[in-house]
């Protein structure tokens, strides 16, 4: 039986590298250090600037390797997506942030191979389910509309083209709807917080009498 060695780390997704935790935990392992980190950059690049956990299965007699990438949470690539580290906390009533369709298939892509979906737009439907919990609108609807958009087809030449990237008339669009999303969401919690702490007036049954004299 082949014996294999397992080095577990967490990477910075497509921006791994030869230094310290990777290079020191594969030196000695008789396999090329600079191949493997271009491999995990490639396998990773879709996740760029989030934490991902990488196993690289090593087997020291015949000097192979394989890559296993782990997938964060669908929730955490779409708040990646959306620009806030949160949820709005009140699905339904409080929207956090807004999402396009290309957000969609973009985190789609990185799914696959773990999603129950059997194919993109299946995932792309599966993700706006969970746009729903988040607060985030997906092509400025509800996302139980756009779901209804997309079995009706009405998006299937982004989703069968694959496109993750926003034009720039779009990315504008988008921005700034976030923008104002974003800022009602603050001020709707700092609103809330508020209320929290305010002292309750007494009302007129409740405020005691003066005594008599």
């Not at 030869?18 to 020191?24: I, Q």
């Not at 760029?48 to 690289?56: A, K, L």
């Not at 800022?183 to 919690?189: G, I, P, S």
């Amino acid at each position: 039986m082949a014996k294999q060695e397992k080095v577990d780390l967490m990477v910075t997704g497509g921006k791994a590298s030869a230094g310290p935790p990777l290079g020191p935990a594969l030196a000695g392992k008789g396999v090329n250090i600079g191949q493997i980190v271009s491999d995990i950059n490639a396998k990773t690049k879709e996740m760029s600037g989030m934490t991902v956990p990488v196993t690289v299965l090593v087997d020291v007699e015949a000097k192979t390797y394989d890559i296993k990438v782990g997938v964060p949470p669908s929730s955490a690539l779409l708040k990646k997506e959306a620009d806030v580290e949160k949820g709005s906390g009140k699905a339904g009533s409080l929207l956090a942030s807004a999402l396009t369709v290309e957000h969609l298939i973009k985190v789609a892509k990185i799914k696959q191979e773990t999603s129950l979906g059997n194919t993109l737009k299946d995932i792309v439907k599966e993700l706006a389910g969970t746009c729903v919990s988040l607060g985030f609108q997906v092509e400025g609807m509800h996302p139980r509309d756009f779901i209804k958009q997309v079995d009706e087809g009405k998006f299937d030449k982004e989703i069968n083209s694959g496109k993750v990237e926003l034009d720039s008339e779009k990315q504008k669009e988008w921005q700034s709807k976030v923008k104002v999303l974003k800022a009602d969401f603050e001020k709707a919690k700092a609103a809330a917080a508020a209320a929290a702490v305010a002292p309750v007036a007494p009302s007129a049954e409740t405020v005691a009498a003066p005594p008599r004299k």
